[in-house]
């Protein structure tokens, strides 16, 4: 691959306190060789393709810390080739894989079949989850040092939680020793149970079980607790309420080490939009009310939330036509993470930058990956996105092999021009 | 073919009646209008008409039910609409296929009504997304029960003259009742006040929201009140603790001869059946033909069906 110059970009990497007009220079093994205002095309070599960015906005790639791939098991939902499709439409180039596939991420074999076919199959880097526990029981932990060892990211059960105390506090031990990343998914499974919505006006009109706002902060306060003793790389995958985030207040207040996330949908929908019924905004942890999405947005502001995830899960059409209660959870939402995202710049909520920071540089901080940022010497990994095209959601023009998008027919602003990988243009409109 | 029929779905969409939440109040009053004329109709010895002859009605029914489905069966019936009642606890459904797959099997019989009782919530409007004819709620989970509210409506015009001004009481578990839920957007919007009488664990989240004053205490919620609705305990929706005993629950929810006394003296008692005597409500009581309308209500039932099924069903 020969030297590359982007030229005439508005840069924003907040890994290096960078928002400005300028250029980047990628070298032959793709990766950045000089960035910023005083870069100008004669700085690079004669031979090398100049690509004009036309005053778009360039970031780092972005790193979503939370997406479903379907494989192996539910290939009819998405695959690795629809995944990275749908990813870098969205300027996403890397992405973290949930492990709960069937057969579920939980020994060493699984992982090295899930890196061989990620490798096969996808051009962007993925770093795969294993579960918490094995087969998701709940009991017994994964083995954290051997999945480590070839090449596990961190350990989730997803979806579900550890609702035995003495299990979490011996994960928690034991994870803080090997200096692995736990990721919990915090619900109360008996207060939940039943539930599908948030608890509340919305529940009790649509006659469905309420999800109370504290099954997912009892499960927080309990690990913020053991974190005390235990003190691990702990992450709570995504939160939803107001309630959840005044205890992290508190606990960061303290001084306590730990990371949060939430997902897109929560900052964007409150539960009024699930209208009539509407099975794609059926998701976990629930959308809640409009007071809990703004103080959700707040959080990001504050910095009491570190990332932003899109959440990815998509669900084939048969298993969400059903009554609600029985339709599966989840929406699609990798290729529409940055333009939903922007959302909350355009309605002046935040600022671009700590919007692209919660996409770059601090998933990458919590990951411990070299990812996230345009510093000399790291992967040219990049997104180019054009900050005003408006444009409408439809499904069926979304890459995903799967369709249930939570927010179809949504008018946005700002799409994704460009994405390289490693230097190479990998997707461009 | 399918040109012709597109065009007619178009110009002529069917019209569903999938709760009261979606029903305005000159529907309501439509409604009840219709029905009041059936009333003598169906006392009388001659209760056959050919309003609905030629038209087909089919009663899918996913839980049990004696009284809605019976009374669903002869409204059709007397319109004179060929009737189909379809117990699906006994069905293709026990075999794996979905509701929606159902639906469409019975769809393509063209059928001009599906009356559907589910015992998921939403069910009804699901069902009616997907199919080309008229969709009459008959009790889904925990949402609605349109006809059940309105039979109550009547059942109180044909005894009190009116609902606007009356004081409702509601009373029982109203945490898992669509009868609760259905008659208190149907009350509210025909002009009564309603209270919610349950224990704290029954009650729904923010019910107030609803525009209905909650209350845990007999004496406060029935006090002045005109009608009293009282609720089964639904044991078969409840997962886990709601409550010590029925004992302890007759003991401050059960209506009693005395605790009626806290509400208007000449109150008039409602329930929507099947009754746990004892449990929710005193057997005596619940017999008392001076003061208790649970045979009127199933009775008007059939009235009001038929004129849901007129009015829906063109």
């Known amino acids: 691959m020969s030297e590359k110059i982007l030229i005439n970009a508005r840069i924003i990497d907040p890994s290096q306190n960078m928002d400005e007009k300028g250029s980047v220079i990628i070298d032959s093994n793709g990766k950045i060789k000089s960035i910023g205002k005083n870069i100008k095309q004669k700085d690079a070599s004669s031979k090398a393709e100049i690509i004009d960015i036309k005053n778009n906005i360039l970031i780092p790639g972005i790193i979503d810390m939370k997406a479903f791939v379907g494989e192996p098991g539910y290939e009819y939902k998405e695959n690795f080739r629809t995944l990275t499709q749908a990813a870098l439409a969205g300027g996403v180039t890397s992405i973290v894989t949930m492990p709960n596939t069937k057969p579920l991420i939980d020994n060493v074999s699984m992982v090295d079949f899930i890196i061989r076919r990620g490798r096969d199959k996808s051009s962007i880097n993925l770093y795969p989850c294993a579960t918490l526990t094995r087969e998701l029981s709940g009991t017994q932990m994964s083995e954290f040092g051997l999945l480590s060892a070839k090449g596990i990211i961190g350990f989730s059960d997803v979806t579900k939680t550890i609702q035995n105390t003495e299990t979490m506090a011996k994960i928690m031990d034991y994870a803080s020793d090997l200096g692995v990343l736990i990721m919990q998914h915090a619900e109360d499974f008996d207060l939940s149970k039943n539930g599908c919505i948030n608890e509340g006006e919305v529940s009790t009109r649509l006659g469905l079980g309420g999800i109370s706002y504290i099954a997912e902060k009892i499960i927080i306060e309990r690990d913020l607790t053991l974190l005390d003793e235990f003190p691990c790389r702990y992450h709570i995958n995504q939160i939803s309420s107001k309630q959840s985030l005044g205890v992290i207040e508190q606990n960061k207040q303290k001084g306590k080490k730990f990371s949060v996330g939430v997902s897109i949908n929560n900052l964007s929908l409150n539960e009024n939009d699930i209208g009539d019924f509407k099975t794609f905004l059926k998701l976990s942890p629930p959308l809640r009310l409009e007071e809990d999405r703004i103080a959700l947005v707040e959080g990001i502001k504050s910095g009491l939330i570190d990332v932003i995830v899109s959440d990815h899960r998509p669900e084939d059409e048969e298993s969400k036509r059903l009554p609600f209660a029985q339709a599966a959870v989840g929406s699609i939402g990798i290729e529409t993470l940055l333009p939903l995202a922007l959302e909350l710049y355009h309605n002046e909520s935040l600022t671009l930058n700590k919007i692209i920071e919660t996409l770059t540089c601090n998933p990458a901080k919590i990951l411990k990956i070299k990812k996230g940022t345009l510093k000399v010497g790291s992967d040219a990994d990049i997104c180019v996105f054009d900050l005003n095209t408006p444009w409408v959601v439809k499904a069926e023009n979304l890459k995903s092999k799967s369709k249930n998008t939570a927010i179809e027919d949504r008018k946005l602003q700002g799409k994704v021009m460009m994405t390289f990988l490693n230097g190479n243009l990998a997707y461009k409109i | ?314």
């Open chain 2, 1 to 314: 073919m399918a040109v012709t029929k597109n065009t007619s779905a178009i110009k002529n969409p069917p019209k569903h009646l999938l709760g009261i939440q979606n029903l305005s109040i000159q529907e309501a009053k439509k409604i009840l209008e219709e029905a009041k004329a059936f009333i003598k109709l169906n006392r009388s010895s001659s209760k056959k008409l050919d309003i609905l002859r030629g038209k087909t009605q089919i009663n899918l029914f996913f839980e049990p039910s004696t009284r809605t489905q019976s009374s669903f069966d002869l409204a059709g019936k007397r319109l004179g609409a060929d009737v189909m009642s379809m117990n699906m606890a006994t069905s293709a459904l026990s075999k794996g296929e979905t509701i929606m797959d159902t639906a469409m099997t019975l769809n393509a019989m063209h059928p001009d009504v599906i009356v559907i009782r589910h015992q998921d919530s939403g069910a009804p409007n699901l069902l009616s997304q997907k199919v080309n004819c008229t969709v009459i709620n008959a009790g889904d989970g925990r949402r609605e029960h349109p006809t059940q509210a309105l039979l109550d409506a009547l059942t109180i015009i044909n005894r009190k003259g009116k609902i606007e001004g009356l004081k409702i009481a509601i009373c029982g578990d109203i945490l898992h009742s669509r009868v609760a839920r259905s008659n208190i957007y149907l009350m509210t919007m025909l002009g009564a006040e309603v209270n919610v009488i349950a224990p704290k664990t029954l009650m729904p989240s923010s019910v107030e929201k609803l525009g209905v004053k909650s209350f845990t205490d007999m004496k406060k919620g029935l006090d002045g009140c005109d009608i009293v609705m009282m609720l089964r305990l639904q044991n078969e929706r409840m997962q886990g603790t709601f409550l010590p005993s029925k004992r302890e629950y007759y003991e401050f929810f059960g209506l009693t001869p005395e605790k009626l006394k806290y509400a208007s003296k000449d109150a008039l008692i409602m329930h929507p059946g099947p009754m746990n005597r004892g449990v929710e409500i005193d057997t005596k009581l619940a017999d008392d033909i001076n003061v208790s309308l649970v045979k009127e209500q199933v009775e008007l039932g059939v009235a009001v069906r038929m004129a849901c099924l007129k009015l829906y069903c063109k």
